[in-house]
């Protein structure tokens, strides 16, 4: 095996190599602890959204953490995830599939599928009769960053009939919703919780499970989420809803496990007048997400000697590398006032839907990912 060489954070490695390429920090140390943290927590099955980030050291440090089940999307998630742990569940959860898909699928023995509509409960005729199926549930609930059901999701009186259809089929069935993505309010899954009993009381179904997504908020800025509060709540309202026949709970984290466990370190190429700043990535390298939800604030600006900048905070504009206008960040960011051409700009918290969407545009891009003890 190849050996990988690990610094203590990555201050030391700047301060040694001066990078000028962009690049992530990984810290299995850290990927390793939250994934404890959920199974600790969790009052049920701990899955992991491989889409977050399907890294292979990011899927191995999980499968060494005890995370034995995983929420694929495509036939490339449930590959990569294989590679990594040849006994890896797999829930299949992208609820529009080509029958090519689901043939695939099939190959691979997915454990559980998801729909939301009649078409795609007719499409997985092929599969096992062991196979759980989960009616996806859609509710206008607020909370979080965006609003995955605007996309996915059947509205509680067409989940009662698919339900329904799910266990008339033969497959096990369940039900299964996703509050948003950077949801960090408890009350959004416990809305949820309450329909989906409500939806398998009328439908006269025995559900096995409940799943109740990812969503779980990552530290993008200010205090840290607390995802105690949302395990206990999910806990308390599932009791509370489902009495001493409640299913089995499982969620999904893709954000919430990966985000911490990664630090986008980043390189000041020029200083411009307008208090602008140029760095060597932006919204098409590992900052993918700004434009969507905002810039991840949790900045640390270090001069190319590994010692922290300290000035007071001046707004700026900042800009990526690329020669596209819109290469910027949306908002403006408060950075040191000594910031200099050369020094790095570290962003913590940026494991989740960086690296998965980074593009090389314009032949920019984050490189080599390094691995660290800690992240500083
Ligand atoms: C993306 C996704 C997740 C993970 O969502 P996060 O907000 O990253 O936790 C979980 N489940 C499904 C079905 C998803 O599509």
Redesign the pocket.
Known sequence: MREIPTWADPATHIARHRPDTALFYFAPAVLQATARRFLAGFPGLVTY?V??NAGEEVLANLVAAGIGTF?V?SPQEMRAVRAICADAVLHY?NPVRSPDEVAFACEMGVASC?VDDRRELEKLAPLPRDVEVAVRLALPVTGAAYD?GAKFGAPPAAAVALLREVAEMGFRPVLTF?PG??CADPAAWGTYIRTAAQVAHEAGVRIGRLNV????ASHRDGAAPDLEAIFDHIGQVARQEFGPDAPGLLC?????MAAEAFTLATRVKALRGGNAVLLNDGVYGGLFEARDIGTARRITAIAPDGTPRNGAPVARTVFGPTCDSLDRLPEAIDLPSDLAEGDYLLFAGMG?YSLSLATRFNGYGPGETVTVDGLG
């Open positions: 959204a889409k977050a929420d999307a959860n998801s995955f996703h993505t950077q997504g990812g969503g779980f999904e984290p893709g954000r919430a989740a």
